[in-house]
């Protein structure tokens, strides 16, 4: 299961940008969704997942309060609103299928896809 995230872009510190993460040839509604992100000569790490009725969601403390994750079954998409951008948040974005527990946190199921680069630069 293989999922390719979009919407990455160029963004000045305290603005926006929404990702969408797609899937082709299989539904969402039945996964966990999760957004992780790798930044340079960082590990990777899980921001932001959702149960697949979405009405469970999971937030790193870094993005609490900033980032927004939501779905819509029926377009088979999951979304990731990131307001109040920092330098920090600058990194490779990826979605994910996760074990259906997110209370602690995003724990990848399915495989890596491509990933949206998120850079947040002056």
């Known amino acids: 299961v293989q999922l390719q995230a979009s919407g990455g872009g160029l963004v000045q510190p305290g603005g926006s940008l929404r990702l969408s993460c797609a899937a082709s040839?299989?539904?969402?509604?039945?996964?966990?969704i999760g957004w992780f992100r790798q930044a340079p000569g960082k590990e990777r790490e899980g921001v932001s997942c959702i149960s697949s009725s979405g009405g469970s969601t999971y937030y790193a403390d870094s993005v609490k309060g900033r980032f927004t994750i939501s779905r819509d079954n029926p377009k088979n998409a999951v979304y990731l609103q990131m307001n109040s951008l920092k330098p920090e948040d600058t990194a490779v974005y990826y979605c994910a299928t996760t074990l259906a527990d997110i209370v602690a946190g995003c724990v990848k199921l399915g495989s890596w896809g491509q990933g949206t680069l998120v850079t947040v630069s002056s």
């Open positions: 040839g299989f539904l969402l509604d039945y996964y966990a």
